[in-house]
């Protein structure tokens, strides 16, 4: 049981409940709880989720709330729930409102004073990241990339040097153009590691720099196939990151008059910077 007291006992209650991704198995016997006690589920796809409650025996009525009629549909599930009922809320796949509907359902019962549980449970994204061997200490989650080609280089420049893990859900018909158009604005070398199927019998997850990623995909169809995550090494930060727009302007400047060894140490004493980072700078971007 979820508590000492059955959910009938506690006081009114939205529940957010993760369901499986893909293998049934990852439903949580908290989570089964729940959606046995509620009076009412609130699911994305009612016909989806009804699958689900068959598999586990459950027989607790469904509502539909999803993207189109959640800002219509949430304020009357808090009526319910300020009547005395409980609610369960669920989407097809992984946690609630992770790019999936519930956030006007629940901003709408914190409003009210209706308390709201968050069961812990399925995530693509934390699932793609655990496995990805790329840094997790930061990270950024930025939902699906824009199905507009200028609007997902937009913002494929927006997070280019964005330090961070980056992380993006793909569609299986846009994934071929979205690594194209990785590639051009991140260079070749980003590595990207695609995530696909979790938790499902084709679960594949490979990890490689774009311009060696992109003939991996186009080898075989079946690896552009099924739900899609992407997550993107975040920007190395080199030391001529550091050079300030008027220690590179007085550089250009100086090198006009002095040779560059000279003009490099001259600058680097005027700005505390290190010397030969500077000079090899120099070497590479001026002429």
Known sequence: MTNHKTLQ???PTLYIVPTPIGNLGDITQRAIDILSQVDIIAAEDTRHTGKLLSHLNIQTKTFSLHDHNEQEKAS???DKLLSGQSIALVSDAGTPLISDPGYHLVKLC???GVKVVPLPGACAVIAALSASGLPSDRFSFEGFLPPKTKARKDKIADIAHDERTCIFYESTHRLIE????LQEVLGS?????????LTKTFE???GLPLGELIP????DENRRKGEMVLL?????????????????RMLKILVQELPLKKAAGLVAEMYHLKKNALYKWGLEHLD
């Open 178 to 181: 979205s690594l194209h158009d």
């Open 232 to 248: 993107i090494h975040g920007y190395r930060r080199s030391e001529s990151d550091e050079f300030s727009e008027d220690a590179v």
């Open 189 to 197: 070398e980003r590595e990207v590691v695609l995530a696909r199927e």
């Open 76 to 78: 009357l599930l808090v």
């Open 204 to 206: 594949t997850i490979q």
């Open 216 to 219: 991996w995909v186009m080898a």
């Open 9 to 11: 006992e506690q006081a």
């Open 110 to 112: 914190r409003q009210a």
